[in-house]
């Protein structure tokens, strides 16, 4: 049987720079991710924290760092009781020029079976990742209230 | 074990009735979808196409299965490509208001296991519906990464995204 995994995959109007760019630069986070920081100096085995609001959320190791066409990192929940006992997971960000487009798609796996974190991210990404998207495209985000994501643990 | 299905979910700028109204008209689908475009008078029972710009490839038949605008729609779906071995599966969009958007959530399901549908689905429907996002909040399109190899002689499909 499969492992379980997330699978996430959009096409934005943009380039692999520049979506380079807003996935690890927090100017950028901070506006689509939940007012999210991703703090990391990018570097294979260099540490990453997610912190929102000030406060940390995940942390992880940076694992792969192609500059502009393949991004990885372990990211292991460190901040609701219940999913901070869950494993560290990992997760892939593989870009990949067509054009004028660039075709994003996001891998997290390592997962448990039956934990919540698998169930929490899988609301979380494409909420993320389509604010992202639309601040790439218009220049806008769109702010999706974490709350109405109805994640476990989180609020 | 629980049957296999394509569930994609996708947040867009906009209100249920724009979004509808672009899953509904033939138009606007030409347009985000790479010159194929939808066709039924949308009602219950009644026949839905999607006319294939590309014409050595049969259009995809099916049935309107649900029409609630603008909530939920629902058609069968039979490529006629070999794929679904000429059996329907079924397309389900269900649009939620969140305050200043719209929750798309789309569901491709009822093919049969080990069929070849999900893994066509799977590519098809993201770039659909990143391409319906697209034009519904700012009006352009994306263009198909497998169109590029052979050009679409009409100018409205793949030229529409440039």
Redesign the interface.
């Known amino acids: 049987m499969s492992k379980p995994e997330f699978v996430?995959?959009?096409?934005?109007?943009t380039t692999p720079e520049k979506l380079w760019e807003a996935l690890t630069s927090s100017e950028f986070t901070r506006r689509y991710w939940f007012n999210t920081d991703v703090r990391s100096d990018w570097k294979v085995g260099s540490a990453i924290a997610l912190v929102m609001d000030g406060k940390t959320t995940d942390v992880g190791e940076i694992l792969e760092a192609d500059r502009p066409r393949r991004l990885s990192y372990t990211f292991k929940h460190v901040s609701d009781e219940e999913l901070k006992q869950e494993p560290a997971s990992k997760v892939v960000f593989a870009l990949e020029p067509?054009?004028?487009?660039v075709?994003l798609t996001l891998t997290h796996e390592g997962f448990v079976e039956g934990g919540k974190m698998l169930d929490g991210i899988s609301k979380g990404w494409?909420?993320i990742l389509?604010?992202l998207?639309?601040l790439l495209?218009?220049g806008?985000a769109?702010a999706?209230?974490l709350a109405?994501l109805g994640i476990e643990g989180i609020e | 074990m629980s049957k296999p299905e394509f569930v994609y979910v996708i947040y867009i700028a906009s209100t249920p009735e724009k979004v509808f109204e672009a899953l509904t008209d033939a138009e606007a689908s030409k347009l985000y979808w790479h010159g194929n475009s939808v066709d039924s008078n949308w009602k219950v029972g009644s026949a839905f196409a999607l006319r294939l710009a590309r014409q050595e490839k049969q259009d995809i038949t099916g049935e309107v299965l649900e029409y609630d605008p603008p909530r939920r729609l629902a058609y069968s779906f039979c490529a006629h490509d070999g794929s679904d071995g000429g059996r329907p599966s079924r397309a389900t969009f269900e649009l939620e208001r969140q305050r200043d958007q719209v929750k798309l959530t789309m569901i491709h399901d009822q093919f049969e296991p080990g069929s070849d549908v999900l893994e066509k689905v799977s590519k098809g429907w993201p770039l659909i519906l990143s391409s319906l996002k697209s034009y519904v909040e700012c009006g352009k399109v994306l263009y198909a990464p497998w169109y590029e190899e052979r050009p679409l002689a009409t100018k409205n499909a793949a030229g529409a995204a440039r």
């Open positions: 996430y995959i959009t096409y934005i109007g067509h054009g004028k487009v075709k494409p909420a389509a604010s998207k639309s495209e218009s806008t769109v999706i209230p109405a």
